[in-house]
Nanobody, 123 residues
């Protein structure tokens, strides 16, 4: 499975960005997918996760109410809509796919990782 993340960039505080992650190779239609982020000098942080159907979702406390995770119609694409961005959201964002059928908030629960896309929010 290969995961390709895109959509990062430079945005001002209060602005929005939409990240995309497309999976290819072995089918991941039955997988939970998620987003994590890592800021310089900090540990990787859980951002959001979504189940196969897109009905069940979970978010990290720092992004609740601002970020929305969703899946594309083909289910091999996951999006992260980021609104009301803050400088503290600056990080490299990684998408991940899991063999699990239930939501996972720990990085260890994911089997495949994308290369990361950088998000920088200026104040």
């Amino acid at each position: 499975v290969q995961l390709q993340a895109s959509g990062g960039g430079l945005e001002q505080a209060g602005g929005s960005l939409r990240l995309s992650c497309t999976a290819s190779g072995r089918t991941v239609n039955s997988n939970v997918m998620g987003w994590f982020r890592q800021a310089p000098g900090r540990e990787r942080e859980f951002v959001a996760t979504i189940n196969r159907s897109g009905v069940r979702k979970n978010y990290g406390d720092s992004v609740k109410g601002r970020f929305t995770i969703s899946r594309g119609n083909a289910q091999n694409t996951v999006y992260l809509q980021m609104n009301s961005l803050q400088p503290e959201d600056t990080a490299v964002y990684y998408c991940a796919a899991s063999f699990q059928t239930y939501l996972r908030t720990d990085a260890g629960g994911y089997n495949y990782w994308g290369q990361g896309t950088k998000v920088t929010v200026s104040s």
